[in-house]
């Protein structure tokens, strides 16, 4: 179990690729562990390998805090509807924007032992999929932003 550094806005690792997961050793359930640990420090619904230095496709998810979603290899399979909301990400900190995505997806991965599943999600959960896998491809959400970055103001910050 251990903390790790998130990468930020400007560091190229966030705008590479990432590799298929082809078996998960020892290191990469220790590289699972870390990246919930590291999400539920920092009070984030999602996080992508990439996010912890690592171009391996596997995120993490956590829209309702007691929720723990592990997808490996994730691909959207299918998406419906359209939601426009706030959206923010752990490597763009103290900042959020409007972003329009759809508001059903399906989509399948891997489990840790590298078993597949299908899962669905609206709203929150669709947004965060889609944003997650959005990383394993080299993008972020500024990308997608609707108008002007906005600060958080402390006042919205649950903790
Ligand atoms: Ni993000």
């Given at each position: 179990m251990?903390?790790?550094?998130i990468?930020?806005?400007g560091d190229?690792?966030?705008?590479?690729?990432?590799?298929?997961?082809?078996?998960?050793?020892?290191?990469?359930k220790?590289?699972i562990?870390d990246?919930?640990?590291?999400?539920?420090?920092a009070?984030?619904?999602?996080l992508a390998?990439?996010?912890?230095?690592?171009?391996?496709?596997?995120?993490?998810?956590?829209?309702?805090?007691e929720?723990?979603i592990?997808?490996?290899?994730?691909k959207i399979?299918?998406?419906?509807?359209?939601?426009?909301?706030?959206?923010?990400?752990?490597?763009?900190?103290?900042?959020?924007g409007?972003v329009?995505?759809?508001?059903y997806?399906?989509?399948l991965?891997y489990?840790?032992?590298m078993?597949?599943?299908?899962i669905?999600?609206?709203?929150?959960?669709?947004?965060?999929?889609?944003?997650?896998?959005d990383h394993?491809d080299?993008?972020?959400?500024?990308?997608?932003?609707?108008?002007?970055l906005m600060?958080v103001?402390d006042l919205?910050?649950?903790?």
């Open positions: 251990a903390i790790r550094e990468r930020e806005m190229n690792i966030l705008n590479t690729v990432c590799k298929e997961v082809k078996e998960v050793t020892p290191r990469t220790d590289l562990d990246m919930f640990d590291t999400m539920y420090e009070n984030g619904v999602g390998a990439p996010q912890v230095g690592i171009l391996k496709r596997i995120v993490v998810i956590d829209v309702t805090g929720d723990p592990l997808m490996i290899n994730p399979l299918e998406t419906s509807g359209e939601q426009t909301g706030q959206e923010g990400c752990l490597s763009v900190p103290g900042k959020s409007l329009t995505r759809p508001n997806v399906k989509a991965a489990n840790e032992n078993e597949p599943f299908e669905e999600g609206t709203e929150l959960l669709a947004r965060a999929i889609l944003h997650e896998v394993l080299g993008h972020l959400y500024v990308e997608k932003v609707e108008g002007p600060d103001t919205e910050e649950e903790d």
